[in-house]
Nanobody, 124 residues
Framework: QVQLVESGGGLVQAGDSLRLSCAASGRTFSIMGWFRQAPGKEREFVAGINYSSGSTRYADSVNGRFTISRDNAKNTVYLQMNSLKPEDTGVYYC???????????????????WGQGTQVTVAS
């Protein structure tokens, strides 16, 4: 059974930091990503990582503030979020897929497996 389990969300003040974790089991992925969804809005891409090479891709809105990384031995992906803003509030999901071309997609439908999400709330 494939599982992606996120953790690390919470309530913080603007300017604070949080680190999210996503532990994968039952399958390995070539690409893993973080998405978020605010109330009333569509799910949007935040960051993605090529599991083998470590190459990354970020949404413009988080570039320079967020860092995605992975621990291959633990099959875990992290999202370090610094300088958080109220507009970063939402449910954060990790997701993964296999791609022989190892291209990091920002499209929701490209990802085959999803976690249950973890809430991040940034107060102003």
């Amino acid at each position: 059974q494939v599982q992606l389990v996120e953790s690390g969300g919470g309530l913080v003040q603007a300017g604070d930091s949080l680190r999210l974790s996503c532990a994968a089991s039952g399958r390995t992925f070539s690409i893993m990503g973080w998405f978020r969804q605010a109330p009333g809005k569509e799910r949007e891409f935040v960051a993605g990582i090529n599991y083998s090479s470590g190459s990354t891709r970020y949404a413009d809105s988080v570039n320079g503030r967020f860092t995605i990384s992975r621990d291959n031995a633990k099959n875990t992906v992290y999202l370090q979020m610094n300088s958080l803003k109220p507009e970063d509030t939402g449910v954060y999901y990790c997701a993964g897929y296999r791609d022989p071309l190892n291209i990091i997609s920002s499209t929701v439908r490209r990802y085959d497996y999803w976690g249950q999400g973890t809430q991040v709330t940034v107060a102003s």
